[in-house]
């Protein structure tokens, strides 16, 4: 039985129950209840199985959630083959597919549009563009698609860069592959559409927004096409928050904001970063993520408080494919793949697991792809062939990027388990 996308599918977690029952639990097992498991059945990134209660349905959810997604010059040169005119990116995202297969809901911020050839604001690099203005080619999106992404943020200071006709092309595109979205709308009925994805039992409700439009005007007649917080404006924010409250009412069990703000290549979040989680985890939502500093942030867990659950908040996943680089010593080339296990009861669901991925963008003369850190340190074998520069670019993050995560919090809760860092959640 192959659980690759949907590890923790209900029935991935029937024949988990089987298997221990009958080969390796049987001490363990009473009253229904399974104990303690011998770690040879079962490695750390598996459930809990104390959790399995035989008359109380349970549901579980790995959410997965990734940075910045850009595309800039180097990646389209790199993946342009001159022989057909066409883009090939398919190779950026191998060496982590693995982690992104184990995720039921994969998630990441669009850092560009997909205004078509020659229809962006600028047309420099075989017809598309990056900075400042990103435009890529439409394949790419197909690339995200195979590799596994259900969900993206599309609110970002991009999101404009190609007028409003690169926001509908945008969506049209990433409807056609089945790639749901939320941040940027193509009317005002689509706009008030709430964005709650069921899986595995378990239904989440998603928002996305942005703090910046990179300077671009949205036409008066078109304020419905971006969901924007500019300026910090009070009442965008309790408009943020009464989404979470919304999403809560129409029957999330979950709660996600991917809000696009901070300050870039700053190590530590702002004051609006902190203020902005603080509103969400106010107005009770689990999952604050955020993205736009370009390198990775710490990571914070928001205490329950009367009524209110813990909340988590990651203050930037960083960029997860960009041709960034480490300069003056800004570890632009460094991101993480986010893993939360949700795990649902007959009336509260709730964080199990907390795992994260750091990553890396190495190059290569045909593509710029993103590889697991630990993994690459731990087993290089396992991985595409390493210079000396990445190696040494891996040994750094290594460690850095975990001290980076944990900020303040106690280094007790975190480890490294499984080729991934673990938060004692
Ligand atoms: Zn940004």
Redesign the pocket.
């Known amino acids: 039985m192959v659980c690759r996308k949907g590890f923790y599918n209900p029935l991935c977690w029937i024949f988990l129950y089987v298997l221990l029952a009958t080969s390796c639990g049987q001490d363990n097992a009473t009253n229904g209840q399974v104990g303690q498991v011998d770690s040879l059945c079962a490695d750390s990134i598996s459930p809990d199985t104390s959790l399995l209660v035989e008359d109380e349905p349970l549901h579980l959810l790995r959410i997965g959630a990734v940075g910045?997604l850009m595309v800039h010059d180097y990646q389209m040169k790199k993946a342009y083959r001159n022989d057909t005119d066409t883009f090939d990116f398919s190779p950026v995202f191998r060496q982590i597919q693995t982690y992104l297969d184990e995720n039921d809901l994969l998630i990441g911020n669009l850092?560009t549009v997909f205004a078509g050839k020659e229809k962006g604001r600028k047309a420099d690099v075989y017809g598309y563009a990056s900075f400042p203005y990103f435009n890529a080619p439409d394949c790419f999106a197909a690339t995200l698609a195979d590799a596994g992404f259900d969900l993206l943020a599309t609110a970002?200071?991009?999101t404009m860069d190609s007028y409003p006709k690169g926001v509908a092309a945008t969506l049209d595109l990433l409807d056609s592959l089945h790639i749901l979205h939320h941040g940027t709308a193509r009317d005002s009925a689509e706009r008030e559409k709430l964005c709650i994805v069921e899986r595995n039992g378990i239904k989440v409700g998603f928002c996305s927004y942005t703090y910046s439009l990179n300077g671009v005007f949205v036409p008066k007649d078109k304020r419905f096409m971006v969901n924007e917080f500019c300026k910090y404006d009070s009442a965008k924010v309790s408009g943020m928050c009464e989404t979470i409250r919304r999403l809560r009412r129409a029957g999330a069990d979950f709660t996600v904001a991917y809000l696009?703000c901070g300050t870039e290549y700053q190590k530590a979040p702002n004051r609006y970063q902190r203020r902005m989680a603080d509103s969400l985890h106010r107005a009770g939502c689990d999952l604050i993520l955020m993205?736009?500093p370009h390198i990775l942030q710490r990571m914070e867990i928001l205490p329950a408080e009367d009524s209110l659950p813990r909340s988590l908040v990651a203050y930037s996943l960083g960029n997860f494919l960009s041709s960034q680089v480490f300069h003056d010593s800004i570890p632009k080339d460094i991101g993480a793949l986010l893993q939360v296990d949700i795990v649902k009861k007959r009336d509260s669901t709730f964080i199990k697991n907390v795992y994260v991925v750091p990553t890396y963008n190495y190059w290569r003369s045909d593509h710029i792809g993103v590889l697991p850190v630990v993994k690459a340190h731990d087993n290089p074998k396992e991985v595409i062939k390493l210079r000396p520069k990445d190696k040494k670019r891996i040994n750094h993050a290594y460690d850095d990027a975990l001290r980076v995560l944990r900020g303040t919090m106690d280094s007790t809760l975190w480890s490294i388990e499984d080729e991934r860092y673990r938060l004692a959640w």
């Open positions: 910045d850092e970002n200071n991009h696009h993205a736009h």
